[in-house]
């Protein structure tokens, strides 16, 4: 019963069209009460506990040189399309992809809530920032390279890298403590 009433939850188009935006405003609640960088890290951690990659990538897993220890490991993430090339490819079909992805925005906005007018500019600024992000990842094929994306760090060093970001508050937030190491992907 219960796996039937799952899927039909998910099946059941014409409820969740009536229920719009209902499901998620909760969270869209707490995004507008964010005043500064630790409440968007709070908020991304909360985020990371519920299935979604706000940010960046993350997860804990087997560590890939000590088999016998889980490790925390950090990856490039914040982007909506599947890769940096998306950003900056220019071949027809990627600048089509792009110019889907801008309108798909837009109507995200426009369901959110927001006039035409705001809901392009924000479609516009949102396109903007993930371009940005895209432009520090690395590329596919160096993703593929496993002793290149494998920086493992004591936990120190690692808030070193950013220090106006505090690591603290995110890693509470998804309930790591007493955390001495990590393994960065893409530094």
Same mark, same amino acid.
């Given at each position: 019963?219960?796996?039937g009433d799952?899927?039909?939850? $998910? @099946?059941?188009?014409?409820?969740i #069209? ?12 707490r995004?507008? !009460? ?8 709070? @908020? ?6 519920l ?18 220890? #889980?490790?925390i490991?950090?990856?490039?993430? $914040?982007l909506s !399309? ?13 600048? @089509?992809?792009?110019?889907?992805f ?9 369901? @959110? ?9 924000a479609a516009?600024r ?12 690395r ?22 890298l ?13 309930? !790591?403590i ?10």
């Open positions: 019963q219960k796996i799952f899927y039909y939850s $998910g @099946m059941d188009s014409l409820s #069209n009536a229920a719009g935006m209902q499901a998620i405003k909760d969270e869209m609640a995004i507008d !009460l964010i005043q500064n960088a630790d409440d968007i890290l709070v @908020m991304a951690g909360a985020m990371h506990s299935g979604a990659s706000p940010l960046f990538g993350f997860g804990v897993g087997q560590d890939d040189k000590i088999s016998s220890k #889980n490790a490991f950090f990856g490039q993430g $914040g !399309l599947p890769d940096r090339n998306y950003y900056f490819d220019a071949d027809a079909r990627t600048v @089509m992809v792009r110019g889907k801008v309108q798909h925005l837009q109507n995200m906005f426009v369901l @959110m809530g927001y006039d035409a007018t705001k809901a392009t500019a516009t949102l396109m903007k920032l993930e371009t940005a992000i895209a432009g520090s990842h590329k596919r094929e160096d993703t593929r390279d496993p002793q290149k994306n494998y920086n493992k760090m004591d936990y120190k060093s690692f808030c070193a950013t220090p106006s970001i505090r690591w603290d508050v995110w890693m509470n937030q998804v309930g !790591l007493k955390v001495d190491t990590v393994i960065i992907g893409q530094p």
